[in-house]
């Protein structure tokens, strides 16, 4: 299932819904998913002392969220600390009115990164808007102090709220084409110099098709089953959260196995 890239107050805002088999799914303008992809500045952080539960509390301007872990998603969290922004993939849960992450995938991002994803969520914000969808909420509690882990616990029922919010002030302050122009100058300049180090002349910001990604890292798995993820996000020019999530879907799919030296192709 996609994992839609909101802005933190679209995930807290957001509306529980349950599926057919009594899971739960995140409702927002951008589409229904039980996992959503966010990005953030980690802004507190808490461990229990019997190291069976964690969490960090992530910022984007916008509202705070917690990302919460147990068991072995614990070491998830071990590798980051506050102050560092992070884009990451996780699970939708619910614990008393608190909508937050589970984490499946966290990687570190610089703030050029940031500036991006930004103007890339301030474009699709126009392009939903004008399509008559609504991201209108009320003042909702958004900050979550460190606190006593609880038992993990099925979702619940969110009801969704309305009144107006101002989306951003970059959307606030740019046309659609001056949007479109930093896109451009930001994935192609500075975020290419960035990473040229490591991946070359790169393009892998620009919005390309999560179907299609999946589609393209798994007929490149079939060619080498034993590449590694950063030569997959070198090949096709995408970026690693990107080649991560693919390869997840693929083997929630059973499409391919996870392997120590690399990957089996289950088809």
């Given at each position: ?234 090949v096709l020019s995408i970026d690693e ?27």
């Open positions: 299932m996609i994992a839609y890239k909101m802005r933190i107050i679209d995930l807290v805002n957001g509306k529980l819904k349950k599926d057919e088999m009594g899971g739960v799914f995140l409702s927002t303008p951008f589409g229904e998913s039980k996992e959503a992809r966010l990005l953030g500045t980690i802004i507190d952080s808490y461990r229990n002392n019997e190291n069976t539960y964690g969490s960090f509390t992530i910022d984007d301007g916008t509202a705070t969220t917690r990302i919460k872990a147990w068991s072995d998603k614990i070491e998830l969290l071990d590798k980051f600390k506050r102050g560092e922004i992070v884009d990451i993939i996780g699970r939708v849960g619910e614990f008393q009115d608190e909508i937050y992450l589970v984490p499946d995938i966290i990687i570190p991002v610089t703030p050029n990164y940031w500036l991006y994803r930004e103007l890339e969520l301030s474009k699709r914000i126009k392009e939903l808007m004008e399509r008559g969808l609504s991201f209108e909420y009320t003042d909702k509690l958004d900050t979550y102090p460190p606190q006593e882990p609880v038992p993990y616990q099925k979702e619940e029922t969110y009801e969704a709220v309305t009144e107006e919010v101002n989306i951003s002030e970059v959307e606030e302050a740019l046309q659609e084409t001056e949007i479109e122009e930093l896109m451009e100058e930001v994935s192609e300049e500075a975020l290419t110099n960035e990473t040229g180090k490591e991946k070359g002349d790169m393009s892998f910001y620009e919005d390309i098709d999560e179907e299609e990604i999946k589609e393209s890292v798994y007929e490149l798995l079939k060619t080498d089953p034993k590449i590694s993820k950063s030569e997959i996000s070198n959260l990107d080649v991560e999530l693919a390869i997840k879907d693929l083997v929630d799919e059973n499409r391919i196995k996870s392997k120590e030296d690399g990957f089996e192709i289950s088809e």
